[in-house]
């Protein structure tokens, strides 16, 4: 049997990204179900995976543009789009609510596009969840990297010369990121407490070990979001954190609104009122930033504490997050291609027609 | 009652130090013994502790070098041992196996001092052990950069899109460092393996969780250090980690013998056994590695693995680390002085006399 559908892998290009749309366990997955898949020599390189794991998992190395679809993570570049065939089908994160125009152009190539973002959150397609798959990875990096700014140990220690007591760190906004830095804190023996607006994921908190803390303040919105808070809820909001942030070692912010500026929860006054020496680790920097004093993108020390606001952690650990996100990618694809692995896309699907940025027509 | 003896605390100047020789905690144990303290105005920043909280746990700001006792963390440079007067006393670390001529430099000088790396290892003197202290923050530290360059998770991770196996990391050497380090790696959720020649440390290694790994080679030494192994057991036992390395995502490597070259326990071969995107922490760079193809100093990658070899890690953690240090360094310094707080060297007293590498004349 033939395969009868053909996958292509290009390299990314992005600055600081890592991460490659396939791996290659995933690869055979895809090959036992008569897919072949063609990888651009390299695209593994940044993840550390060489070209011979590829060949070895059944892909061939050659030009991915030419492929029936084409995969990829980083939302493609006018280049890119450029080099994708009349007809043929791409599947990658899009940014479909900060960066429309790419949907456009895509569309004005002639090509069917389906966005990771757009996958409708269902249970269905949780297999296909690259957001929750991608903030597990940010979330666990998120904790490391307040283990590696902090001057002081997470653990407690006790040795010959006397005890150190654990850190306390506190995550604000506990969705999958927010969780996984709870748990991998905790993992790494800090004391662990939980903020978020929503009060049903209290429970989920403590699931992990963590403490809630509750300000008074709730503001359920819809998709599992937050909505956001009024002017004055706001500002209670900052008041009471920047009392409650000063017992803390270590602070992880999370709270992003899709399609919107971060909400700021740490004010500047806030950090001043920190402890010499203790560190925020800001994950809304792609979006503005969590904390009034963070430069998106770098490491600044402001009244003695660290604030870091890395860019696309998920690509500082290429391997698992590029597998992770890989087998979501799979799981779309299975969708995309009947029993013999050709390609079908069926738009009445509501997973299918969820994805697609790019209207229905193939 | 006035403070009998004055104790000077520096600026640490080597490039890359960032502990500092006491903390705040330790300042106020100190005068509640009657001895004052002067700390170099900045002494802490590094370690991102401000002046003002040496002035509120008692101390003053100025002049270190004209104290009756001066401590140090880092080797004092000739710059340095000149600024300290005659019949002053020096604590501090001072390589006294590798750079004797400190000593001989600090005698000429007309000073007493004390090596921390001294210390006879006896139970009474473990409260001032900083090269435990110290060994337990690099092995913690060891254990964060594995994770760190690792580009897979370390914990076991089930999501909706499948399952990644935890890390497989191996630590060669269980001192100080490698059983912390081993206690970490475990704790982030790593299944952990440990490797000494020495059997009797099999024991500590499996109360931290982790497995033991035997090669049939024992080589116990004195004073809880391996002997030099044979050219034909080095060989031998190269030949065996080489196998054995090939099953690990991390190697943290830390066998290093006082005063001697670090031995080879990691060939190159053996990396290139290594699966690809796994990764080497060699915590003896700073006697020219575990690992043969370790560049002191630097993160190299060769044949798609990652070699770390950090120096100085535990200055990557200065207020703890300093902390640790302090409370080494107030314990040595309660010893040597009378209840008055008036420095009263008793030569008699083993640990004092141990640890003076400059004569027992005052």
Not at 76 to 105: C, K
Not at 272 to 301: K, Q
Not at 343 to 355: K, N
Request: with cysteine; aromatic share 4%.
């Amino acid at each position: 049997m033939t395969a009868n559908t053909v996958v292509g892998v290009p390299a990314e290009t992005a600055g600081g990204e890592r991460r490659v749309a396939l791996v290659p366990k995933v690869v055979e997955r895809l090959r036992a179900k008569n897919i072949s898949v063609v990888v651009e020599p390299g695209a593994g390189s940044a993840a550390l995976i060489p070209d011979d794991a590829y060949v070895h998992s059944g892909a061939t190395l050659g030009d991915p543009w030419s492929a029936d679809v084409v995969v990829k993570v980083a939302v493609p570049t006018d280049a890119e789009v450029a080099r994708l065939r009349t007809g043929a089908v791409f599947i990658g994160f899009l940014a479909p609510l900060t960066q429309p125009e790419r949907a456009t152009a895509l569309r004005a190539a002639g090509v069917t596009a389906f966005a990771m973002e757009s996958i409708p959150r269902i249970s269905r397609a949780q297999s296909m969840d690259a957001l929750s798959s991608q903030a597990n990875v940010a979330g666990y990096r998120a904790a490391l990297l307040a283990a590696e700014h902090l001057t002081r140990f997470f653990p407690m220690l006790t040795t010959a010369a006397g005890t150190v007591p654990p850190a306390k760190v506190l995550v604000l906004g506990v969705g999958v990121a927010g969780l996984q830095a709870l748990a991998t804190a905790r993992r790494l023996g800090a004391h662990t407490t939980g903020y978020d607006v929503r009060p049903e994921v209290a429970d989920q908190v403590r699931s992990v070990g963590a403490q809630w803390l509750d300000l008074g303040i709730e503001a359920t919105g819809s998709g599992g979001y937050a909505r956001a808070l009024t002017d004055d809820e706001r500002a209670e909001q900052q008041r009471q954190l920047a009392k409650a942030i000063t017992g803390f070692d270590a602070v992880i912010t999370t709270a992003q609104v899709p399609g919107r500026t971060a909400p700021t929860l740490v004010t500047a006054e806030a950090v001043t009122g920190m402890r010499a020496g203790s560190v925020v680790v800001d994950l809304a920097g792609e979006s503005g930033g969590n904390c009034e004093l963070t430069t998106p993108g770098a490491v600044v020390v402001e009244h003695a504490v660290t604030i870091a606001s890395p860019l696309n952690l998920p690509a500082t650990m290429p391997e698992h997050a590029s597998e992770l996100y890989a087998r979501n990618v799979a799981a779309l694809l299975e969708l995309l291609v009947d029993k013999d692995g050709a390609l079908s896309l069926d738009f009445t699907d509501e997973v299918v027609a969820g994805a697609c940025v790019t209207g229905q027509e193939v």
